[in-house]
């Protein structure tokens, strides 16, 4: 193999996956896709990249496989898309020289006790919260803090585990249920430690910044508790000037206290009657196709742009566009096996309805879990007018329907 090559660590399953892949074409370079199971990433074999299987939890081993490709080629970048492997992935990068991340900024921002102190010591408002290792801690901790309390756990990623608990009985139940999980969805050794924060009530927002600026504010469609299930996502949110100006005051603020100003990073936050408050901060690109909703509604290539911050150019965040984008994800309302979804002609028909994607196949398990694994499929529009966007979106997201066996 010769040439230039892009190391991904592991990668997410859905969504963009694909595109940094087509991203570091772009760059002139091959994506080479480090994979512990190789089936979880069928879009690889589409792509014809090359694709390695190894432990991706030994990083001596990792380390020695691209050490070997960068005598063999010119190794340009190592990162990874995935919330479960980008510290390893910045860990890695640091000891071969490359481009990336500051390692102790994600070190504390994936563990959301760590993450909340740092940023409560830079007087950024978060939530009330305690840790707790056992069900008897949490109920205490619950009782200190007031219920109801939302639930976590201290590494999660996508809402899963995440829930509001009401009673006492809620929290002891739903953190043994945590404290007895040992591994992660990936099979990673998980902290066997929870993290209970007060009840933050508002609409929700995220801030999408990149390398500290702010890219735009994304207002965000979640489930009724509960469980926090992202259901939609309008770009950008439909927001006053002076709510804006502090939601992205704040989300700047958070992102420099825990040192996340080299590359993409994702703030959510609730705006409550006394102004912003930051629920978390994601030391990565934002989920849930909104890069592509932003790219859709500002012509800025979010994927591109960090590709390039990969392999060590500088990135380019010129607009081009001035629209609007919105997401809808179709989710079953209770669990079965997927018979057929219908509507789907009816809903590609919709005004600006540019996609709309099926994640299942007919006889597929559907096992609702209050996470996002719960969506089976999305519609996506984009149109020069933020009302349209987002009524249509919802008006095809209506015209989908289920058949459950």
């Known amino acids: 193999m010769t040439g230039r090559t892009v190391v991904f660590l592991e990668s997410n399953t859905t969504g963009t996956g694909r595109l940094f892949m087509r991203a570091a074409r772009a760059e002139g370079c091959e994506p080479v896709l480090l994979a512990t199971r190789p089936g979880l990433y ?12 190894i432990d991706t939890a030994d990083e001596a ?12 080629t010119e190794l340009k970048g190592l990162t990874s898309t995935s919330d479960y492997y980008i510290l390893s992935a910045a860990r ?8 990336g991340p500051s390692v102790a900024g994600i070190e504390t921002c994936r563990d959301k006790q760590l993450q909340h102190e740092a940023l409560r010591a830079a007087g950024v408002r978060v939530p009330a919260s305690l840790v707790a290792g056992t069900p008897d801690e ?10 109801p309390v939302v639930i976590k756990p201290v590494g999660g990623s996508g809402s899963v585990g995440v829930r509001l608990c009401r009673t006492e009985d809620e929290v002891a139940q739903h953190a043994a249920v945590l404290l007895s999980r040992t591994l992660n969805e990936r099979g990673i050794p998980i902290r066997r430690m929870i993290l209970l924060q007060q009840l933050v009530q508002g609409p929700e927002y995220s801030v999408e910044t990149f390398a500290g ?31 804006a100006r502090a939601i992205a005051a704040i989300a700047l603020r958070a992102v420099a206290a ?16 006394g102004g912003p408050v930051i629920i978390e901060v994601n030391s990565r690109m934002a989920g849930g196709f909104i890069p592509e909703l932003v790219r859709r509604a500002t012509g800025i290539d979010l994927i591109r742009e960090l590709t390039r911050r990969v392999v060590g150019k500088e990135a380019r965040l010129g607009r081009n566009a001035a629209g609007h984008a919105s997401i809808r994800f179709f989710v079953p309302d209770r669990s079965g096996t997927l018979a057929a979804l219908n509507g789907v002609a009816e809903a590609r028909a919709v005004p600006d309805v540019c996609d709309l ?3 299942r196949e007919p006889g597929f398990t559907v096992a609702l879990a209050g996470d996002f694994h719960d969506r089976i499929g999305h519609v996506m529009t984009a149109s020069h007018d933020a009302a349209a966007a987002r009524a249509s979106a919802d008006h095809a997201l209506s ?7």
């Open 258 to 273: 825990l040192d996340l100003n080299w590359g993409a990073a994702h703030t959510e936050l609730r705006l409550t009657p």
């Open 61 to 72: 081993a990792v380390l020695e496989l691209c050490e070997q490709l960068a005598r063999d």
């Open 42 to 53: 069928p879009f690889a074999e589409e792509e014809s990249v090359r694709i390695v299987e």
């Open 138 to 147: 949490a109920a205490s901790a619950a009782r200190q803090l007031g219920l």
């Open 357 to 359: 994607s099926l994640y």
């Open 92 to 99: 890695l990068a640091g000891r071969l020289g490359l481009p």
């Open 213 to 243: 600026e702010v890219v735009g504010i994304t207002g965000k469609h979640v489930s009724d508790p509960p469980v926090f299930v992202e259901l939609g996502h309008d770009f950008p949110a439909a927001l006053d000037e002076a709510d």
């Open 399 to 405: 015209l989908l329907s289920v058949a459950l066996a």
